[in-house]
């Protein structure tokens, strides 16, 4: 299965944009690049997907590189709220069907100062 | 909307003793799964289910059974439990075609003595 490698740890602050950074060179053409992202003491929250576009919905921005090796979750404008695990999954293109499962690494601790 | 709901959301159990950590969701979904977080770990898929009937194992599935007799609900069961089980449960769930975000419970905090 393809990989992702995140940094562990970013810090940003309030009202300011963060870039989440995931790197996944062994992807396949078929693979959906998904984030989620885990508030304290919650369960994973879906963030966005994507899979050659750049997207946007009203929660953050996906930036997916050319060559599809890398990708960029974008928040706009952080909240305190903000503050969670992000995770960077690939979902793999299980033939007709979408229920490949979710392999979580250790994800990138955002930390958002006031 | 309920979405996903587990219960119960914290338990603790004696070596050996047998429970079962329910989940239920109210939104059609056909996928079912459950996970387990250990300690600043992300999360690992226990077992799944794509509908009534049909169960498959994920990555960690010894110690652990599970079945699927309505499209609402899917428990899980320790049958005697061991220290090494204490941990985090997560149950998710999601409609099968496309690309479907899983909608997660709240988690299960499970303390094995």
């Known amino acids: 299965d393809a990989k992702t490698t995140q940094p562990n740890s970013m810090e940003s602050n309030e009202e300011e944009p963060v870039h989440l950074p995931c790197n996944h060179s062994t992807i396949s053409g078929t693979d959906y690049i998904h984030w989620y992202r885990q508030l304290p003491s919650q369960g994973p929250e879906y963030v966005i997907h994507g899979l050659t576009s750049n997207v946007n919905n009203r929660m953050a921005s996906l930036a997916i590189a050319e060559d599809r090796k890398s990708s960029t979750l974008i928040l706009h404008r952080a909240t305190l709220r903000d503050a969670a695990v992000y995770y960077c999954?690939?979902?793999?293109?299980?033939?007709?069907?979408?229920?490949?499962?979710?392999?979580f690494g250790q994800g990138t601790i955002l930390t958002v100062h006031p | 909307n309920a979405g996903v709901t587990q219960t119960p959301k914290f338990q603790v159990l004696k070596t050996g003793q047998s429970m079962t950590l329910q989940c239920a969701q109210d939104m059609n979904h056909e996928y079912m799964s459950w996970y387990r977080q250990d300690p600043g770990m992300g999360l690992r898929l226990i077992h799944y289910?794509?509908?009534?009937?049909?169960?498959d194992q994920g990555e960690v599935p010894n110690g652990y059974n599970v079945s699927r007799s309505t499209t609402e609900d899917f428990p899980l069961r320790l049958l005697s439990a061991a220290p090494s089980q204490t941990s985090v449960y997560f149950c998710?769930?999601?409609?099968?075609?496309?690309?479907?975000?899983?909608?997660f419970g709240d988690g299960t905090r499970l303390s094995i003595l």
């Open positions: 289910s794509v509908g009534a009937g049909i169960t």
């Open positions: 999954i690939l979902r793999v293109n299980a033939g007709g069907t979408s229920y490949g499962k979710l392999t």
């Open positions: 998710a769930s999601s409609r099968i075609q496309g690309f479907q975000p899983q909608h």
